[in-house]
């Protein structure tokens, strides 16, 4: 499993780069951290003839309030490392759940090089962080030479490896509304070992109270691993939304029934479909009971 | 014994910071002038007739130097036990990698894209992968001049097993079985080959047995063993793996095709689908016993899996058959075994040897007879435990045995009662005890000791010779250790020689645990030769009698006067001028006094030692989703005296570890006769996550046979560990775990059906 030959160019900036997507796009393959890209290249899933590096672009690695355009939201920059997320200071009062999830990635030496973009970009059914940002409404900026866009990571999968991303295009930011009440949010992902395993099944919830801080105004519930992409839930979440705690506390098996029968999981060498869908269950259900006391204990006074 | 210096004394690896630093050459970063990449093109199906293969246009691509097929090797069967191997598949396919030609070019880009364009017409065949469906009658033949798929059988009974069957209170009989394991070594298997004008060749190869191997590589290529020449540099682990295979004469055929060294290393996948992994084995088990607990009889059929082509896997299956019986005091006992032709990868050797398979069963076995008889599974094998100076059924001598030292001292650092006692849901504890060999008389039919030359030259420089292996086991520091204590200096002023076939004994190699104990034996005599010729020296500078002349920490004295003294160095100046020149050069042998087993009854005495152990597991369960968390974990060892009791220890977590690895998640598993999970993404073995702290206990009775009291304990660390933890999981939830690995799913569908029973036992 040799690497075939390639150009290789490391751009100095964000401009330079998609000048040279411009040019080149189709013919060239970014990399970030590499951790998938080098494989996939090993394994002759993708042949780039030109490899463009987006390692030297600072300017893309970072956790910002967005002070621009309101104080309500948070932009994580594409090359930011899964290991500096896990343990951003902000990120871990707000959406510990984001925290949790990437700081399950592989390895330390993993998560030391491997970016939130590459991780999304990646779409991998099974990507960690995906579930995580499908909860909490993520939005990702495209930019390209002609300009940049937003767009909603839920649009942003087609299938296994595949997503809306333009040859052109790259991911230049992620950006989460910031939430107004209460929240909290819980993820698990079931593995073959505790360390350095990709997800046979992810399970993200999260909830938000409204101002009464005792009705659930927003749930979210996204599967990894599941199915070709990382998916929603919404008829698992419509059963909770709404509700007061102590009433959702009583659906909760329901809802996770509800979402282990929405997955579509396969069987294979890692898990059969039916253990992944009965972890699905249990995981919904854990990870509710968890979020659900969470929100109990900081909002009904 | 007198008071050691260097014996018994924690160093780290001699050669542990040069791995540190990345400085070491392993087979895989060696290169010489000219050298050629090779690379082979193996079947893609698990049986399939080969009816033509067309070399041309990989010959034609640019930097390809030679191709090679089956009809560039002499055509001559050949294999280390059983004549059922050729270098490349002759007329069909055996399995999904079996060797189908292979490449050498310039570099490795070529050799790979080249496999690419060599054209092979295959024509599908039935295959069997399973070994129970092997020996049925309508099962496809995988080599057609063996019936029913038989690649051997074993036999030994001993004592009236059916008497004592009806003799007992308490009879447990089930199937058990043990699925194929990867060895996982760090660096996958392959050579260096280089051919000289007169047709000699040079094999460098990370090996166990570097001398059996030439012998059996000599017949393959149809040259005589001595114009083979074996040497073994620094290698990346082997766990048994590394003997015969087939990779290393494809090398040698590559080179003798294209006249140049050629270097071929397996890639990862393709160690996966050939190199030799552990043999799979279906036992079936009846065990009896009296109402006070002691065991009656015992009754066993094996049924391994050989893959494709011999290896060992016989070997191996007899080892299940019957070593277990010399842990106990057995009196009644038959065993029969099958090895069984499949179409997957031949099987072979992996840490254990059989011993691991069956030790998972008997002591599994042996729980479930604690359990009807309300015994405490520790006095159930306090009963029972063979102890020192005892003779075991097939007539093995067991001189030292601290088998119970190892429970008593395991249950007490486990806290045993306590947790047995305060039983908490979906937690529990188990132990497991084993037994196993420092050597194996009929491994080689010929001799089974050991031999050692140590060498020294005018500067002092001390060099030792073995002919066994070191693998990154530790074996060059423990022979560093046991020569520099008899020499009587320092550690750093011994160098160990890599393997050379050349220059080295013609040692057996490492496996069955024998290395400290028939290697450190054999360089222990070397030393004390060379001693006996150093002390004639200093006898003269000193003006004393040779037998009163000592040698400590680097200095020669007179016993009695140690005031007086000369530099280890001067003397061995002198010794050199003495001898024009000469080195003084130390030689010796080791004759252990076992028994070859008798052919038929198996009886005899197989090794000069036995070491012991017993390992506690703690697990937690988690119910909801059948995964299994390895809390604690104690390993107490009987190693005779462990010459390193930190690489000692070493060995205890690593088995110990190889062992979870093995109980609760690593299988190789197939679908369609092919190797699903060739890779380290979904060869899944255990992180540093998913190993508890292990507490390793060393248990020294001393062995007269070995080095400085010194036995084996390479093996022993992995044989108890699954059924320390299948026990420990049947405590927590009173499923017996039959199949390994412990799937999750299954634990967990057994989980919920005993659920849903009202009450339980426990
Ligand atoms: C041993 C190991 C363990 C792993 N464990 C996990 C795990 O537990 N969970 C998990 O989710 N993943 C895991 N991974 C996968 C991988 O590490 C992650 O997906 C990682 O986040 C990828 O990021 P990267 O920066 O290395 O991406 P790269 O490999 O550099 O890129 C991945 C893909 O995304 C594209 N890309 C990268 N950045 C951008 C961008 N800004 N704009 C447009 N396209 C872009 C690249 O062109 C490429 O196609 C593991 C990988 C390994 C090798």
Not at chain 1, 185 to 191: A, I, N, P, T, V
Not at chain 2, 31 to 48: D, F, I, K, N, W
Request: charged content about 25%.
């Amino acid at each position: 499993m040799r690497i075939q030959p390639f150009d290789y160019w490391a751009a100095p900036g964000l401009n330079e780069a998609l000048n040279e997507l411009d040019l080149h796009g189709a013919d060239a393959t970014v990399i970030a951290g590499g951790t998938d890209l080098v494989l996939n290249m090993k394994k002759k899933n993708i042949l780039p003839r030109r490899v463009i590096s987006l390692h030297n672009l600072n300017e893309l690695d970072f956790v910002l309030t967005d002070e621009s355009l309101d104080n309500d939201s948070v932009r994580i920059g594409a090359l930011s490392k899964h290991a500096d997320l896990a343990e951003n200071p902000f990120l871990k009062q707000h959406f510990p759940i984001l925290c949790e999830a990437v700081g399950l990635i592989g390895s330390w030496q993993i998560r030391n090089v491997g970016t939130i973009g590459g991780n999304i970009c990646n779409a991998s059914p099974a990507a960690d962080s995906a579930p995580p940002l499908l909860v909490l409404d993520a939005q990702l900026v495209l930019a390209s030479k002609k300009g940049e866009k937003k767009i909603s990571l839920e649009s942003f999968f087609t299938g296994p490896g595949a997503t809306v991303l333009e040859p052109d295009q790259i991911l230049k930011e992620i950006v989460i509304e910031l939430p107004k009440q209460p929240s909290a949010g819980c993820y698990m992902k079931l593995r073959r070992r505790k360390a350095v395993d990709v997800s046979l099944a992810g399970v993200a919830f999260q909830a938000e109270t409204g101002p009464d801080r005792k009705t659930l105004a927003k749930v979210g519930i996204a599967l990894g691993g599941v199915a070709p992409t990382p998916v929603r839930v919404p008829e698992a979440e419509a059963l909770l939304a709404g509700r007061t705690l102590d009433e959702a506390v009583t659906k909760i098996s329901d809802c996770a029934e509800i979402a282990a029968k929405a997955a579509s999981p396969i069987d294979d060498v890692r898990a059969t479909a039916s253990y992944r869908r009965t972890i699905i269950n249990v995981f919904i259900q854990r990870c509710a009971q968890n979020v659900l006391n969470t929100l109990k204990n900081s909002g009904g006074d | 014994m007198s008071k050691l210096d260097v014996v018994g004394k924690s160093f780290p690896q001699i050669d542990a910071l040069e791995k540190a630093m990345g400085k070491t050459k392993f087979v895989t970063d060696l290169a010489l002038p000219q050298m050629l990449h090779g690379r082979v093109l193996r079947s893609p199906y698990p049986h399939a007739k080969i009816k033509n293969i067309d070399t041309s246009k990989a010959a034609r691509l640019a930097g390809v130097k030679a191709v090679v097929t089956y009809a560039d090797t002499p055509g001559i069967k050949y294999g280390p036990r059983t004549d059922d191997w050729t270098i490349f598949a002759d007329d069909k396919a055996r399995f999904y990698g079996d060797e189908v030609a292979a490449v050498a070019a310039v570099d490795e880009d070529t050799a790979e894209g080249a496999l690419d364009l060599i054209e092979v017409e295959y024509e599908e065949l039935p295959f069997v992968a399973d070994p129970l469906e092997a020996m049925q009658a309508d099962a496809p033949l995988v080599h057609d001049d063996k019936p029913g798929n038989i690649a051997a059988e074993f036999k030994v009974e001993a004592g009236d097993v059916d008497q004592a069957f009806k003799d007992s209170h308490v009879i447990y009989e089930d199937r058990y079985y043990t699925n194929q394991v990867y060895q996982a070594y760090m660096e996958p298997m392959g050579a260096l080959a280089e051919i000289d004008k007169s047709g000699r060749l040079t094999l460098w190869t990370g090996t166990q047995i570097p001398n059996m191997m030439r012998m059996t590589y000599a017949t393959a290529l149809g040259v005589s063993a001595d114009n083979i020449r074996v040497i073994v540099p620094d290698y990346g682990g082997a766990f048994g793996a590394k003997m015969e295979n087939n990779v290393h004469l494809v090398a040698a055929i590559l080179a003798r095709k294209s006249g140049r060294p050629v270097r071929l290393i397996n890639t990862r996948h393709d160690d996966f689908i050939a190199g030799n992994p552990r043999v799979p084995m279906y036992i079936d088990i009846k065990l009896g016993a009296t109402k006070d607990g002691i065991l009656t009889g015992k009754e066993v059929q094996v049924v391994g899996g050989a893959g494709a082509r011999v290896v060992y896997s016989q070997v191996i299956v007899a080892t299940a058959c019957y070593r277990v019986d010399s842990l106990y005091r057995f009196k009644h006992v038959r065993s029969k075994g099958f090895t069984v032709y499949t179409n997957t990868v031949p099987t072979a050797c992996f840490r254990g040897f059989g011993n691991s398979q069956m030790t998972f069963v008997l002591e599994s076995a042996l729980d479930m007879i604690a359990e009807q008889l309300n015994i405490d599974p520790v006095d159930l094998r306090l009963k029972n435990g063979i102890g020192p100076n005892e003779t075991s059924v097939h007539g093995w001598k067991i001189n030292s045995s601290g088998l119970k030292e190892c429970v008593v001292k395991a249950a007490e650092k486990a806290e045993w009662k306590t947790k047995r006692g305060q039983k908490k849901p979906f937690k529990g504890i188990g132990l497991s005890c084993c037994n196993h060999v420092s050597g194996n008389r009929p491994f080689a039919r010929e001799f089974d000791g050991g031999a050692g030359i140590v060498r020294i030259g005018r500067d002092g420089r001390i060099t030792v010779y073995h002919g066994e292996s070191d693998m990154g086991q530790g074996q060059k520091t423990t022979f560093a250790q046991i020569a520099a204590e008899r020499l009587g200096v320092p550690l750093e002023m011994i160098y160990v020689a890599d393997v050379d076939t050349d220059i080295s004994p013609f040692g057996l190699g490492s496996f069955a645990t024998r290395g400290t104990l028939m290697g450190g034996n054999g360089v222990l005599a070397a030393a004390k030769d060379a001693f006996k010729q150093l002390a004639e020296t200093a006898a003269g500078m000193l003006e004393a009698s040779a037998e009163d002349v000592r040698c400590r920490k680097g200095s020669f004295f007179i016993s009695g006067s140690p005031e007086k003294s000369l530099p280890f160095k001067e003397v061995a100046a002198q010794a050199t001028y003495d001898r024009h020149g000469a080195p003084v050069v130390g030689t010796g042998f080791y004759t252990p006094p076992t028994v070859l087993p008798d052919l038929e009854t198996k009886y005899g005495n197989i090794s000069p030692a036995y070491p012991f152990a017993c390992q506690i597991a703690e697990v937690e369960i988690d119910p909801d989703t059948g995964q299994v968390t390895v809390t604690n974990f104690v390993g107490a060892h009987d190693v005779g005296r462990a010459i390193n009791p930190l690489a000692t220890e070493g060995q205890v977590r690593g088995g110990v570890t190889q062992g979870l690895g093995w109980t609760l998640m690593e299988n190789m598993a197939y679908a369609d006769g092919k190797l699903i999970n060739p890779d380290f993404v979904d060869y899944i073995v255990p992180s540093a996550l998913d190993v508890p702290e292990i507490k390793p206990i060393l248990v020294e009775p001393i062995e007269p046979n070995g080095p400085y009291g010194a036995k084996g304990i390479g093996e022993p660390a992995l044989n108890p560990t699954m059924s320390a933890i299948t026990n420990a999981i049947y405590n927590a939830t009173g499923i017996r775990i039959k199949e390994l690995p412990v799937s999750p799913e299954k634990l967990l569908e057994e989980i919920n059906k005993k659920r849903g029973q009202p009450t339980d036992n426990k």
